[in-house]
């Protein structure tokens, strides 16, 4: 006999069954709420104790610090594995052979010239135009140039759409901020790599070759990979749910993009570089910062610390930190406002109320201090994530679309006006 729970709701009892995940999670089945008792469901703002679906995709145990992809712990795929076999074990799940691999990339390749009239669209957009808006937008108009939606019954099809969004994606990201910065849009090279091919669109002069640095490769595969993918957050879950209207996937996409765009989501990092730049014009006293983050009466909030998921240290962090001195180190830059990072971090990290609390730097912290390394600017950050992410989205969506998944519909708790007879607008 399974497992049940049991609801009881003045003198009627209701039993729900449970369903028991593979790492043991344990979630009650409530889809016959409503109908069993006639019309009773539940209530969650933020769904902080709801699951809204089952993934073989990523699994995350906060407490613990764990994160998998796949089966396999993030820190084994970090040292060993590259930002495009992530890409393709997120989406297909398993790693591929070098065969698979390599006509995966070349595939991708193949799909990675863009429409001229994508170009037209991006030199419409004001100068000042923040890169998130400007790449949802372009990644939206990808509709418009690949009309068609995917059949999900067709391998073919639903891999076509994967290698096209694979391949225009970085050149898009790219595209942003050059347009931003004044410079002539340009595509890769199929002698580079994925990350090699990102860094060479970015940061190439015209007329100049543009050196890649081993390091930085090293450093942006790593952020890309740790940024792949993480549950059921507040883009995935968005791509997911305009997904699950059989949306395509660039528009899906351009959804989850407008959702990382939030401030309290894929923004974090943006804010961690605003913060420090604040405490860098206050004169650079990480000591009185770190008071001030202690002080609850203080309105000065602490950014890049602790996490909503993680309660302990995020393992993502712990990765990225090595990656992060690697940079800097190599790089020799001189650079207050990194210098106000890492004075944060040694108050933090030795600091009774932070480390009890476990307050760790997170990977919003040691990103922005990678992305201000290289010199890609902090309105660029969450693009940066964004390009990390895709794999992760891609995955979440076509899964949602093989298991063909109900359209997302969530129930409210009315708490307006009860009903009011129409007043003439003479007598109101």
Not at 117 to 132: L, S
Request: glycine fraction near 8%.
């Amino acid at each position: 006999m399974s497992e049940i729970a049991k609801l009881q709701i003045g003198e009627n009892t209701y039993e729900f069954p449970l369903v028991k995940g593979t790492e043991n999670e344990v979630a009650i089945d409530v889809k016959t709420l409503r109908g069993a008792t006639g019309g009773v469901i539940t209530i969650d703002p933020g769904f902080k104790n709801t699951g809204s679906c089952q993934s073989a995709i990523t699994f995350l145990n906060g407490e613990e610090g764990v994160l998998r992809y796949r089966g396999y712990s993030i820190e084994e795929l970090a040292e060993k594995a590259d930002f495009l076999e992530v890409a393709y074990l997120l989406i297909f799940g398993e790693l591929p052979t070098q065969e698979q691999l390599d006509k995966f990339y070349n595939d991708i390749l193949d799909n990675a010239i863009v429409d001229d009239d994508i170009k037209k669209i991006i030199d419409a957009f004001p100068k000042n135009a923040h890169p998130m808006g400007v790449l949802s937008s372009l990644t939206s108009a990808l509709t418009a140039f690949n009309p068609g939606s995917v059949n999900i019954d067709s391998e073919e099809d639903m891999y076509n759409a994967i290698v096209k969004i694979m391949g225009k994606f970085p050149v898009l990201v790219a595209w942003t901020m050059r347009k931003k910065q004044g410079l002539p849009l340009d595509y890769g090279s199929r002698k580079l790599g994925y990350v090699e091919n990102v860094l060479h669109m970015m940061f190439k002069k015209p007329n100049e070759e543009y050196e890649q640095n081993p390091i930085l490769v090293n450093a942006l595969d790593k952020l890309l990979i740790l940024h792949a993918d993480h549950e059921q957050n507040c883009s995935t879950s968005t791509v997911r749910i305009v997904g699950s209207s059989h949306a395509g996937l660039f528009p899906s996409l351009s959804a989850g993009i407008s959702a990382l765009w939030g401030p309290l989501h894929g923004g974090a990092n943006q804010a961690v570089l605003e913060m420090l730049e604040a405490i860098k014009e206050d004169g650079g006293d990480t000591k009185k910062y770190m008071g001030k983050a202690k002080d609850k009466e203080d309105p000065f909030r602490l950014m890049g610390f602790g996490h909503r998921v993680y309660k302990n240290f995020d393992p993502r962090a712990k990765i990225i930190k090595v990656a992060a001195d690697e940079v800097l180190n190599d790089l020799g830059v001189n650079d207050p406002i990194l210098d106000v990072a890492k004075g944060l971090e040694q108050e933090a990290l030795s600091d009774d109320y932070f480390v009890k609390r476990k307050l760790y730097p997170n990977v919003d912290f040691y990103s922005g201090i990678i992305y201000r390394a290289m010199g890609i600017p902090v309105e660029m950050f969450t693009v940066m994530f964004a390009l990390g992410r895709l794999p992760g989205w891609i995955s979440q969506w076509r899964e949602m679309r093989l298991r063909k998944e109900p359209i997302g519909r969530p129930r409210q708790v009315y708490t307006g006006e009860n009903y009011r007879p129409f007043v003439e607008i003479s007598k109101r």
